[in-house]
């Protein structure tokens, strides 16, 4: 596919479990991005990469948030021990550097 | 204070209706992004602008730097327009394109 995409779509987990969410991001971008989308709010930066570099990694809620992309391509985000508060949608965008980024369709978490 | 903010948070307009919103952010910004999100949708880049004016069909998106202010409107509204529309700004301090969001706009157009 041309564009950015991501796995699951959506994700229920228990309070207390580990969840692993996937982007594919297009092919030869460079750039690549992690946000936290709240239910009714804008989207916020967790984290970026820079082919497999992690640059910039302030927006990470907490230590139990940890983001990889090991090869430069796929990325995938861990949440280890869910919390409630951890609910939203998480959203992948790609791009190459200084360009506009190409989202993908969100992966939504709830935490029960 | 958030550094990125929007007006008006929810816009209801009748079909054909030009449509203005507006976005005010309170850092340096390297460039200004429009985005679009529509319900269980993922989100579409719209426009990227560092200065002036752009135009895409019936959208069209404004910026003052001096100002640090930007608009985007609508012309001749339509239904399919109603979703969610996001302002984000690339900071300055950033080559990479961090960026920062407003809370969004949900606009609703009726027949």
């Known amino acids: 596919g041309a564009g950015v995409s991501q796995s699951p779509r959506y994700k229920v987990a228990k309070r207390g479990q580990d969840v692993a969410l996937r982007c594919d991001p297009i092919?030869?971008?460079?750039?690549l991005f992690w946000y936290q989308q709240a239910l009714g709010q804008g989207p916020e930066f967790l984290t970026y990469f820079q082919n497999e570099a992690q640059l910039d990694k302030s927006g990470l809620p907490s230590d139990r948030f940890f983001a990889e992309r090991p090869e430069g391509s796929v990325s995938t985000l861990k949440i280890q021990r869910t919390q409630q508060e951890d609910s939203a949608v998480y959203l992948c965008a790609s791009s190459l550097p200084g360009y506009e980024q190409y989202f993908g369709p969100g992966t939504r978490l709830t935490v029960t | 204070k958030n550094e990125v903010e929007q007006s008006p948070q929810n816009l209801t307009a009748q079909e054909g209706e030009f449509i203005t919103i507006n976005c005010s952010y309170s850092?340096?910004?390297?460039?200004l992004h429009w985005l679009q999100q529509h319900p269980g949708g993922g989100i579409v880049s719209l426009f990227m602008?560092?200065?002036g004016k752009k135009k895409h069909g019936r959208l069209i998106a404004t910026i003052n730097i001096q100002e640090k202010h930007s608009s985007l409107h609508i012309t001749a509204s339509h239904p399919r327009d109603s979703a969610v529309y996001i302002c984000?700004?690339?900071?300055?301090?950033?080559?990479?394109?961090?960026?920062?969001f407003g809370q969004g706009t949900i606009l609703t157009v009726h027949p």
């Open positions: 092919s030869g971008h460079v750039s």
């Open positions: 984000a700004a690339n900071a300055g301090g950033t080559s990479y394109g961090k960026l920062t």
């Open positions: 850092v340096g910004i390297s460039a």
């Open positions: 602008l560092s200065s």
